[in-house]
């Protein structure tokens, strides 16, 4: 309870104290604007092209490393053989420390010697990652889906070989269809991983992907895209508009109890199988 | 008509174990044959090798008159009922037993005539919009049931279904099986590691051990006349005893007692006897017996000793007086079966 209070109830009072007031960068002098931080923050171009970006880079990534995740997920689960070398080796990617995982991300969208870079301008696609806006963007979503496909591979897999040996039979049985199989039976039973994912993903993508975010916009995130909690940082410590930033932070709190609401009631409604 | 043929079939795995070494069954039109053996004998590997489950390695295997070795389990026309129900927990009792025929294109008014048909057999109507978790062991194996009886399928695979029931519901279940088979005529496989189970459902029993089967027959041929020690031993409760004995073609000599027995065979033998047909007799004829323990089971009692050195059981009736120290045991030569004491094949007399 005390570390609770020191570490997490104190600087969320603090920050929502701290939001109604426009704050001097230099003295800490302190005036009081209400809810024009606010107002400020909500109504800014900015701020809802950021919202807008976030938006789509959170959908955009928990879906697809969803998708990714049962895919490798799924056909790990057919392999007989070498099963757990295959395992490990989808696993090493989040075994490592994500500003490595960040930066070798960032190395495979380097302008000089990126291969993502080079093998996309196969196609005549010119990938100007810190320049162009929506190619940062696309290599956000990338690096920040291949981190976290390793984590919806390891709940999938354990997700899948939780359903009965007997199940599966029983179904091979009844349906000759293996893709129907899949939609009919192995999806629904992994309704519940996939919900508890999906939750984890939109929580991850929202705030974890700062790293990543940091390290691809190399601290100078100028025209790039960034997401919410990125422009909380930015504004605060580069922009020193401590008001506002707080404003801000304030608004993703609400944002992520209202996750947090979301997820609790539905995973009480979950249906709960045996 | 034959339903099933399986011809020298093998089964043997990448790891080099060979689970099946070679059988050859044949099963009738509307005839329960069942597999029944120790674990590890290759009875589900050969029941999963009918459904499609596993591969053949060798010979044949063809139902209603076509081979299905390299069909899919959904196109041989069978139905399986698995030892843990296996069914779809997210899918109401109607839609677990309807899954398999909506697969198979078939018109809706006549899914749901099929499924009320099964669900009024099988006196589960009233659970049809429950989910499997809602339901009991004994009527989630009901609806396994249903969901193989809906296919009207050329034949019923069942896996050990009653082993997860608790003993009275097993043998309320063991009954229900049979009448339900018997009046839906369809031919059958039913795989069990208990004998009381094999010998109350089958018509006939295919007696398996390491992959091979060791006799086939009807209960009661199995009972009485057992092809081997394997058999003798396996089949019947208590089993039957087995003794070492010394026959001369005349007598027949047990740790020095002896009796009369006329055999073409002379020399060392395993000899059978069921506890059943052992009796305590008065006077001097018979074997001295001494008395160890005693068994209660209500209507008979099973009386343990040994006749010198070797172990010996025999079952009376629970209302005469229990015997104890050292008494006679006699039997009937009838009774009294010989096996070879090398291969464990019988002796004919």
Redesign the interface.
């Known amino acids: 309870m005390g570390i609770i209070a020191v570490f997490f109830l104190w600087p969320a009072a603090e920050a929502i104290r701290s939001s109604f007031f426009l704050e001097d960068p230099f003295f800490g002098n302190a005036t009081f604007v209400g809810l024009d931080n606010y107002r400020v923050a909500l109504t800014g171009s900015d701020y809802q092209r950021t919202a807008w970006f976030t938006a789509v880079f959170t959908v955009i990534v928990s879906l697809m490393s969803l998708a990714l995740g049962l895919m490798l997920a799924v056909s790990a689960d057919r392999v007989l053989r070498g099963k757990s070398t295959y395992k490990t080796l989808l696993m090493w990617v989040y075994a490592i420390a994500p500003p490595v995982a960040g930066l070798i991300g960032v190395m495979l969208f380097d302008q000089h010697i990126g291969p993502l870079v080079e093998f996309v301008a196969l196609f005549g696609w010119e990938m100007r990652v810190g320049v162009n806006y929506w190619d940062t963007g696309i290599a956000m979503i990338i690096v920040s889906t291949w981190k976290q496909v390793p984590y919806c591979f390891i709940f999938f897999l354990s997700g899948l070989q939780s359903i009965?040996t007997?199940?599966k039979?029983?179904?091979?049985?009844?349906?000759?269809?293996e893709t129907?199989r899949f939609w009919?039976?192995t999806f629904?039973?992994l309704?519940p991983t996939t919900f508890f994912l999906l939750i984890l993903n939109i929580t991850y993508a929202m705030f974890e992907t700062f790293g990543t975010i940091d390290l691809i916009v190399k601290d100078q995130p100028g025209n790039s895209p960034v997401t919410l909690v990125y422009k909380v940082y930015r504004d605060g410590f580069r922009g020193n508009d401590l008001g506002g930033s707080s404003a801000q932070s304030v608004i993703l709190m609400l944002i992520v109890l209202a996750l947090t609401i979301a997820q609790f009631r539905l995973i009480e409604r979950r249906?709960?199988?045996? | 008509m034959t339903t099933l043929k399986i011809k020298n079939v093998k089964k043997v795995y990448p790891n080099g174990a060979d689970a099946v070494k070679g059988v050859s069954v044949d099963v009738e039109d509307g005839e329960l044959v069942v597999f029944v053996g120790p674990s590890g004998c290759g009875k589900s590997t050969l029941l999963r090798m009918v459904a499609g489950l596993e591969s053949v390695t060798e010979g044949e295997i063809e139902l209603a008159g076509r081979i299905v070795n390299e069909l899919e389990p959904a196109d041989r026309n069978i139905a399986m009922v698995f030892q843990n129900y296996a069914l779809y927990p997210h899918m109401s009792v109607r839609k677990n037993l309807a899954y398999g025929l909506k697969n198979r294109k078939t018109p809706q008014a006549e899914i749901d005539t099929r499924v009320s048909e099964a669900a009024e057999l099988l006196q589960i109507a009233e659970f049809l919009d429950r989910k499997p978790s809602q339901l009991s062991g004994g009527q989630r194996q009901r609806v396994a049931m249903g969901r193989a009886i809906v296919r009207h399928p050329a034949i019923f695979l069942f896996d050990e279904p009653l082993s997860n029931l608790d003993a009275k519901l097993r043998n309320q279940m063991r009954l229900e099986i049979k009448k339900l088979q018997r009046r839906l005529k369809t031919a059958a496989i039913y795989v069990t590691h208990d004998q009381v189970e094999a010998m109350t459902l089958a018509d006939r029993i295919v007696v398996l051990n390491a992959g091979q089967i060791e006799q086939i027959g009807t209960p009661a041929e199995i009972y009485s006349n057992p092809a081997t020690t394997f058999v003798a031993s396996f089949i019947g409760a208590p089993p039957m005893n087995m003794l070492e004995a010394t026959t001369t073609g005349e007598s027949l000599e047990i740790d020095g007692q002896s009796i009369p027995y006329s055999v073409k065979h002379s020399g060392r033998v395993q000899m059978g006897l069921r506890p059943e047909r052992i009796k305590i007799v008065n006077g001097e004829a018979g074997f001295g017996f001494d008395v160890t323990v005693l068994e209660d089971l209500g209507a008979t009692r099973l009386v343990h000793g040994h006749i010198g050195g070797q172990e010996i059981t025999l079952a009376q009736d629970a209302d005469l007086p229990a015997p104890s120290g050292h008494i006679k045991i006699g039997f009937q030569p009838d009774d009294v079966l010989l096996f070879d004491e090398a291969t464990g094949q019988r002796i004919l007399t």
């Open positions: 009965p007997s199940v039979e029983a179904a091979r049985v009844d349906c000759r269809s129907r009919t039976i629904p039973l309704a249906v709960h199988y045996n």
